[in-house]
């Protein structure tokens, strides 16, 4: 400390010895030339001194292009913001495809917890619960469950992704696809929202489907969506809808459950491979899901989207989403046929032959694995 005598201030020894350590700390990591930030001035400077200390009592330093000293305290070493890493070329012929509902599992996701912290409690903290506990432990058997899986897939999509981008750096898609709940992803990926948003949007449209109850749906496996299409007329299974148009030989129904199940034997008896219920609550993608249309466009009305930096293909339409129709065009899908196959047309036809799946499991690289033999058998 200090002490006054008159107009004279002494400094005891502490107060000299602090001083001194702070300058030739500063000598010590700082030689002359250094490039220098200096408070009140938008300019750097370089120094033309080693710092000292100034009438006993303030450490100074004297910089280029000035006639006088500075406090060391208003000078600081420059850093130079890194160059921003250039974003990587897109690939012409690529297309980024993202899993919906049906590809979660057990575990899914666990090295990207670790690595994306900072989502993880974003996450979280809109959920109110552990997302990292749900992928990974699922100890109340709750990943099953639409309310659950959805926010759940979208996360470890939405993770997956950012590890592609950010650590990976995997070249930029031409495109983005999701199947269903996936297209959320890919909405994401182009930039019509952020992480968080994404989220809510999901945990919102999985708490509507999942109060869907009494409906079924079905896989028929080995005939084409015209062929199942005819069988519904010929057979009067009306109350039966085209739900996923998946490839030229899958394709999945969506109906009240006591038909979904009536309606075995006459795909069976038609020459369907394999006829393979699903483990639905709901009719999803279908005309049974028009009652929570209304909810979950008021929902999104309280959310702004954003222009897409990489096309996306829609679900409903088998072309590029426009930015301005995004909300009807999701609100739409709930009731909608999941058009998969005629997406991947609309791709092809466009030099499209590299897809890559981001998110868990192989769903549809099998797909696609599968339509390239058809193709070139």
């Not at 030739?24 to 300019?43: A, C, I, M, R």
């Not at 008896?269 to 249309?293: I, V």
Request: aromatic share 10%; hydrophobic share 40%.
């Amino acid at each position: 400390m200090a002490s006054q005598s008159g107009d004279t201030v002494k400094f005891d020894p502490i107060d000299r010895t602090k001083l001194q350590q702070q300058v030739d700390q500063w000598n010590l990591l700082h030689p002359v030339n250094t490039e220098v930030s200096v408070q009140g001035y938008t300019e750097t400077r370089r120094t033309r001194t080693s710092a000292t200390i100034l009438f006993e009592k303030k450490p100074v330093i004297y910089l280029e292009g000035h006639n006088g000293y500075f406090d060391l305290d208003a000078v600081t070493p420059f850093s130079p913001a890194a160059p921003a890493r250039p974003a990587p070329p897109v690939q012409s012929n690529l297309c980024f495809m993202f899993p919906g509902q049906g590809s979660q599992k057990k575990g899914m996701g666990e090295p990207l917890f670790e690595a994306f912290p900072d989502h993880v409690r974003a996450a979280d903290q809109v959920l109110g619960y552990s997302i990292k506990d749900l992928c990974l432990l699922d100890q109340d058997n709750r990943l099953g469950l639409t309310q659950y899986t959805q926010p759940a897939l979208y996360t470890v999509n939405a993770l997956s992704w950012l590890a592609a981008v950010e650590l990976d750096e995997t070249p930029r898609p031409a495109f983005l696809i999701g199947h269903s709940l996936g297209e959320y992803n890919a909405l994401f990926a182009a930039g019509a929202f952020d992480f968080e948003t994404g989220l809510r949007l999901v945990q919102k449209r999985g708490a509507l489907m999942a109060e869907a109850s009494g409906g079924g749906m079905a896989a028929i496996i080995g005939l084409s969506g015209d062929q199942v299409r005819k069988i519904l007329e010929d057979r009067n299974l009306d109350r039966i809808d085209l739900a996923n148009l998946n490839s030229d030989t899958q394709t999945v129904i969506a109906g009240p459950k006591d038909e979904i199940d009536r309606a075995r034997a006459d795909f069976e008896a038609s020459g369907a491979r394999m006829y393979l219920p699903l483990a639905t609550s709901g009719a999803f993608h279908s005309r049974y899901m028009k009652d929570f249309q209304a909810p979950f466009a008021l929902f999104l009305a309280g959310f702004e989207f954003h222009p897409l930096a990489t096309p996306v293909i829609s679900n409903v339409e088998a072309l590029p989403y426009e930015q301005p129709r995004i909300p009807s065009l999701l609100v739409d899908q709930l009731i909608s046929q999941v058009r998969w196959s005629d997406s991947i047309r609309y791709l092809a036809d466009r030099g499209i032959d590299t897809f890559r799946e981001i998110g868990p499991g192989n769903v549809l690289t099998g797909m696609m694995s599968k339509r390239r033999q058809r193709v070139s058998a």
